[in-house]
């Protein structure tokens, strides 16, 4: 109630708000004619480039050389082999000894000396003595007289070859010839069985070897 009583009415005033825009017209005014300011610039520069030096790459490692090989020529290794001795046979009217004389193999030659190739000689082989009949079996030898053809009244021939071992037995038996087929086989059963012999020898050294062996059958004898 007493502020209303002490307080005055408000009046609106048209010469400052003329005034304010006066003064802020001049202002815009101003500074649109007012002139430019330049800055003061750099002097112009020059651009100086220098070139680096680059250090060279280092050199290639050498390449490995190839390894040279000494090659050393050898002579070719030469082999002879002797032939086989012949041996002589003692003579004999109703006997043939042969024998199977295996190949002395080849010396080998020692050393890597290139000079010339030496050969050594094989020693000779001692003589061979062939089979014997042993006296003991004498009477064993002839064969028992085929009963057919002792029928036939036929006399007969046998040759046959036999393989002697080293205990002196017939170890084997082929037929050379015969009569017939009954004399050869009486001939065959009997050398198996009881037919010794002294064995053949080489150096005193007891060897196989064969022997052919020719046996007669005549009636003649039978009586």
Do not use: C, H
Not at 36 to 57: F, G, V
């Amino acid at each position: 109630m007493y502020a209303d009583r002490y307080a005055k009415p408000t009046r609106f005033n048209p010469g400052g708000l003329t005034a304010a825009v006066a003064i802020n017209a001049g202002l815009i005014a101003a500074l649109m004619f007012a002139g430019p300011t330049i800055l003061p610039t750099d002097p112009i520069r020059t651009l100086i480039t220098t070139n680096i030096p680059i250090d060279q790459p280092p050199p290639d490692p050498p390449k490995p050389q190839p390894k040279t090989v000494d090659v050393v020529a050898t002579r070719p290794t030469e082999t002879v082999v002797a032939p086989d001795p012949v041996v002589p046979t003692p003579a004999n009217s109703d006997l043939v000894t042969t024998t199977t004389i295996a190949p002395t193999p080849p010396t080998p030659i020692v050393g890597v000396d290139p000079g010339p190739v030496v050969i050594a000689t094989p020693a000779p082989l001692p003589p061979l003595i062939g089979p014997q009949v042993d006296p003991r079996y004498a009477s064993a030898f002839q064969p028992t007289y085929p009963p057919a053809e002792r029928r036939a009244n036929r006399d007969g021939k046998v040759t046959v070859r036999v393989l002697v071992g080293i205990d002196g037995r017939v170890k084997q038996i082929e037929r050379i010839s015969a009569t017939s087929d009954a004399f050869w086989q009486v001939t065959q059963d009997r050398a198996l069985r009881s037919w010794r012999f002294r064995p053949a020898t080489r150096g005193d050294v007891p060897v196989e070897a064969w022997r052919t062996m020719a046996l007669t059958f005549r009636m003649e004898d039978t009586e």
